[in-house]
């Protein structure tokens, strides 16, 4: 069983505040949306939940422990997809293969040993399973499309089997066919893992998702998507952006 509980929060960079007093917690395997404009503050709550931002006040905990700010004692329960901007990456030659392997043996408890051929298979059904093609397992990780990275970053995330999975704007990379395979994949480890993804188009995961996080800056509404997918809530965070069709909230030009 997994729980996250997010308390108080307040974070942001140096003295500038992004989220204030942010609260909200789940129980279990699922789905939680975070949706909101372009500088809303979802990376950052993602980047604050991975204790890579140290909040300036508030606390998270996973599964009972306190977890505020400590990035080694939340790696033990959470994996990362990050946002891939295609820009400034590391120009240092790795295969996909050797970057999953790398992560995977950096986990492992000291002394490292090297990855057994029982745990390279998993790691290639893994690579299988987030729709890796066999051919760029050898090609150098950093010259694959972005849609490609952003895969082979989910690959590297699900290696350790988290209970917790952050995926910070999924589909941003990925073509209109790779988007319904990775909806679906999304939805099928939300079944036993708690995955929260950030986005800007909540009816892709829809049918998976659990809860929504709506939120912008200081403001934020959670709960079902029943209760938060409304018009009038949707207009707090979004205003006039929102568009309602049929019983669907869409919101207009709200991604670069
Ligand atoms: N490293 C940083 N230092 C200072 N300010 C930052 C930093 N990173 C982000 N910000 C600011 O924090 C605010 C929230 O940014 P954040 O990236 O969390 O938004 P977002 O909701 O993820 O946006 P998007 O949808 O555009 O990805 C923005 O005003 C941004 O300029």
């Known amino acids: 069983m997994v729980s996250i509980t997010v308390e108080n929060l307040t974070a942001g960079y140096g003295k500038y505040i992004v989220l204030k007093n942010l609260s ?10 975070v949706l909101g404009p372009n500088g809303a503050g979802k990376t950052t ?15 998270i905990t996973i599964n ?13 329960y959470v994996g990362y997809v990050p946002q891939t901007t295609g820009l400034s990456e590391p120009d240092y030659p790795l295969t996909v293969m050797e ?46 499309s972005g849609g490609q990275k952003q895969r082979g970053y989910l690959a590297r995330a699900l290696v350790h089997d988290p209970l917790i999975l952050l995926m910070d ?10 988007r319904v395979d990775l ?3 999304i939805g099928k480890l939300s079944r036993n893992k708690l995955v929260i993804a950030t986005s800007h188009d ?21 709960g079902s998507p029943e209760e938060v997918l409304r018009k009038d809530i949707a207009e707090k965070i979004y205003g006039k952006a929102v568009l309602e069709v049929r019983e669907h909230i869409h919101i207009i030009d709200s991604h670069r």
Request: hydrophobic residues 40%; aromatic residues 8%; positive net charge.
């Open 45 to 59: 709550l993602l980047r604050t939940i991975l204790g890579l931002i140290k909040p300036m006040e508030g606390r």
């Open 183 to 185: 909806a679906e994949l």
């Open 24 to 33: 909200f917690k789940h129980e279990g395997p699922g789905l939680i949306q």
């Open 202 to 222: 909540p009816m892709l995961l829809l049918k998976y998702t659990t809860k929504i996080l709506l939120v912008n800056r200081e403001t934020y509404v959670y």
């Open 99 to 144: 970057l999953i392997e790398c992560c995977y043996v950096l986990r492992k408890p000291w002394p490292r040993m090297l990855v057994k051929s029982r745990e390279k298979e998993r790691i290639m059904k893994i690579l299988e399973m987030v729709g890796l093609p066999r051919e760029v397992w050898d090609k150098n990780f950093w010259d694959l």
């Open 169 to 178: 704007e999924p589909f941003s990379n990925i073509d209109p066919n790779g």
């Open 64 to 76: 009972g422990e306190d977890v505020t700010g400590n990035p080694s004692r939340v790696g033990k």
